[in-house]
T-cell receptor
């Protein structure tokens, strides 16, 4: 079946270190892959996305890498800060037709230690 | 407009009662989505509106669930004869029709069925 999943449920890093969160997907038909951050008691917040025809995209302190050969997606956070502590979800989106619904994975809890 | 708002933020109800949640999307957004999120899981798609038209419903949305968006602005999600399994966070998201797939999420309504 179609799914978006994560390799690790938790990740603990020291403040200032780089963080890497991984995600595997199974649906080759996805057009976009998106990373969301969810803090406790809040809704998911968009971080960065990448189109399926790209390999890499950079934002502010974040980089997303897409490896279509092995259907793997990763989020790299540079110089991780305590405010980065949250659950991170990867999601896929297929923009065919009129529905842009997101399919989420289970999430990775990132804890940043001061 | 500061973002997507949802009301109430928390709802505790007894099994068998009906509940209704409201979502106010970002004002210029014509697409509106409802998701459900249980503890430790990613959000799951429930239904989608484009303007006032409900274009897709997930199989997760049983006959006890109904959603409306009568004027293409705010939306309501009603659950009739609530069951303990309905306990979850109900998230609303909206997006515009620019072709971007970025969805903006509200803070959610946490439902507890006792």
């Amino acid at each position: 079946g179609e799914s978006v999943g994560l390799h690790l449920p938790t990740l603990s890093v020291q403040e200032g270190d780089n963080s890497i969160i991984n995600c595997a997907y199974s649906n080759s038909a996805s057009d976009y892959f998106i990373w969301y951050k969810q803090e406790s008691g809040k809704g998911p917040q968009f971080i960065i996305d990448i189109r399926s025809n790209m390999d890499k995209r950079q934002g502010q302190r974040v980089t997303v890498l897409l490896n279509k050969t092995v259907k793997h997606l990763s989020l790299q956070i540079a110089a991780t800060q305590p405010g980065d502590s949250a659950v991170y979800f990867c999601a896929e989106n297929r923009s065919g037709g009129s529905n842009y619904k997101l399919t989420f994975g289970k999430g990775t809890l990132l804890t940043v230690n001061p | 407009d500061t973002g997507v708002s949802q009301d109430p933020r928390h709802k505790i109800t007894k099994r068998g009662q009906n509940v209704t949640f409201r979502c106010d999307p970002i004002s210029e957004h014509n697409r509106l989505y409802w998701y459900r999120q249980t503890l430790g899981q990613g959000p799951e798609f429930l239904t989608y509106f484009q303007n006032e038209a409900q274009l897709e419903k997930s199989r997760l949305l049983s006959d006890r669930f109904s959603a409306e968006r009568p004027k293409g602005s705010f939306s309501t999600l009603e659950i009739q004869r609530t069951e303990q399994g309905d306990s979850a966070m109900y998230l609303c998201a909206s997006s515009d029709s620019s072709g971007s797939h970025e969805q903006y999420f509200g803070p959610g309504t946490r439902l507890t069925v006792t």
